[in-house]
């Protein structure tokens, strides 16, 4: 089993529609991030959280540290945000583990 | 704006040949720097752990002297594939992490490499 799980791999959507993916792990962690990663594209930092809830712009994270689970949220979503979308996991020794991704395709 | 830059974003180099990739820190002190590799369809992996100063620490299955990785100074490492085949062929990443003040033990990401060894 992966220490980081998300759900679901693959996910398409029409545009306009609230978008979430989610992440659970099973080890301690100090910290949960984010990331996006268009297709041939680099990696962009969206959240770093450790408690709580973040936003920025249309994006929502959230964390439940004692259900050890997360949520990224997209509101009236957009097909520039068809990306991928990765949770990584920041263990309480510093090593980082990451989910597989979740591929977003969001139709015009 | 990005607190790590990595260059280049895509590299293309023929078999045999080496490619050095650079992870700078911007506007702080990175104690520790992480080299990651992701083939298609797959996770990001650890490569290599680097502290500033010392000898980079490989994960089980990475080779060290294929992957020559140099944390020379607090805001710069770098990451040089040798004698490089197809197989490499990978996108690689950087992170790091901060020492000192507001950027005390968080981790940024640098952008990515993608090389395309042809």
């Known amino acids: 089993k992966n220490e980081v799980e998300q759900s679901p791999q693959n996910l398409t959507a029409q545009e306009g529609e609230f978008i979430t993916i989610n992440c659970s792990y099973s080890v301690g962690i100090s910290a949960l991030h984010w990331l996006q990663q268009h297709p041939g594209g680099g990696i962009v930092s969206l959240f770093m959280l450790s408690s709580g809830k973040k936003k920025h712009g249309r994006l929502i994270a959230t964390i439940n540290i004692q259900e050890k689970h997360s949520s990224l949220h997209i509101t009236a979503s957009h097909p520039r945000d068809s990306a991928v979308y990765i949770c990584?996991?920041?263990?309480?020794?510093?090593?980082?583990?990451f989910g597989k991704g979740t591929r977003l395709h969001i139709l015009p | 704006g990005a607190v790590v830059s990595q260059h280049p974003s895509r590299v293309i180099c023929k078999s045999g040949t080496s490619v050095k990739i650079e992870c700078r820190s911007l506007d702080f002190q990175a104690t520790t720097m992480f080299w990651y590799r992701q083939f298609p369809k797959q996770s990001l992996m650890l490569m290599a752990t680097s502290n500033e100063g010392s000898k980079a620490t490989y994960e089980q299955g990475v080779e060290k002297d294929k992957f020559l990785i140099n944390h020379a100074s607090l805001t710069l490492s770098t990451l040089t594939v040798t004698s490089a085949h197809p197989e490499d062929s990978s996108f690689y990443i950087c992170s790091a992490r901060g020492g000192w003040g507001g950027f005390r033990n968080t981790i940024y990401f640098g952008e990515g490499s993608w090389l395309t060894v042809v």
């Open positions: 990584a996991v920041m263990e309480l020794d510093d090593k980082i583990i």
